[in-house]
């Protein structure tokens, strides 16, 4: 059977190089083997605190990149002016914390409708594609679809992160009802957020399901084995789920 598309996200070769603040390694370099591996996208968390990838790194990747280029951006105007200038093909608005280590959580699309539903019409009239990262509840997935965004991305954390079984199921259980409604609704669908090797099958198999964006996992598989190696494997597993 034919899985879901893999965005490959090069955030932390990026975290390797601003390390010791080298030029390599190079995430551009690692998203053309992400595509020479069968990416089907690239994705790029652009904080404003600049802690990995850099305003260079989107330009150059824009230059780039043979497949299609997701942009993570806080709902902010600053972004969402770096959107209008380097044009990625998708648009995914994250929530953003400088203090967290990584995104902790869904946007809460219900609590800040008005601010959110701006950002998705700026992006929308500068013929960019929108996505909202949301966890997978009803309420968010139908505040979505209220402020016109095209497409949801499932925060997969909470499955990740699951330490029994059955804590894992109800969790999965709350991703397949997100999906299902998000389809319901028109909106495309992709999810993401800790996903790996061993957990993804399960996400992989959910019909509604298009997406899968993947960074830490891939990354660090390839300090094991090479990029285009961890990136086969991995679309392997969504291609025979």
């Known amino acids: 059977m034919s ?3 893999l965005g490959v ?7 390797l190089r601003q390390a010791r603040r080298a030029p390599y390694p190079d995430p551009v370099t690692a998203a053309m083997l992400a595509e020479l591996g069968g990416a089907d996208q690239i994705t790029i968390h652009l904080r404003e605190d600049r802690r990995h990838i850099q305003d260079r790194d989107l330009k150059v990747l824009r230059d780039t990149v043979q497949t299609l280029l997701n942009l993570e951006m806080a709902a902010t105007q600053e972004m969402v002016k770096l959107a209008y200038e380097f044009k990625p093909d998708l648009a995914t608005l994250v929530p953003e914390r400088r203090e967290e280590l990584t995104t902790e959580g869904g946007l809460d699309v219900n609590g800040q409708r008005d601010a959110i539903a701006r950002v998705v019409k700026n992006l929308k009239d500068g013929d960019i594609i929108v996505s909202l990262f949301i966890d997978p509840d009803l309420d968010q ?3 979505a679809h209220r402020v016109s965004a095209a497409r949801v ?3 997969t954390g909470r499955y990740c992160e699951a330490r029994t079984e059955r804590d894992r199921q109800r969790e999965l259980g709350r991703i397949v009802d997100a999906a299902k409604a998000a389809s319901k609704l028109g909106l495309g669908c992709a999810a993401g957020h800790g ?4 957990n993804v099958r399960a996400i992989a198999r959910i019909a509604e399901i298009d997406e899968l964006n993947i960074g830490h996992a ?3 598989r390839a300090v094991m ?4 190696r961890a990136v086969r494997e991995m679309v392997e597993l969504l291609r025979n789920p």
């Not at 996903?195 to 061993?198: I, N």
């Not at 084995?225 to 285009?228: P, R, Y």
Request: no cysteine.
């Open 3 to 5: 899985g879901p598309r």
């Open 9 to 15: 996200n090069v955030d932390h070769v990026a975290t």
């Open 141 to 143: 997935v139908k505040a």
């Open 153 to 155: 991305e499932l925060h």
């Open 195 to 198: 996903l790996h090797y061993e």
């Open 218 to 220: 891939i990354v660090a």
């Open 225 to 228: 084995v090479g990029f285009d």
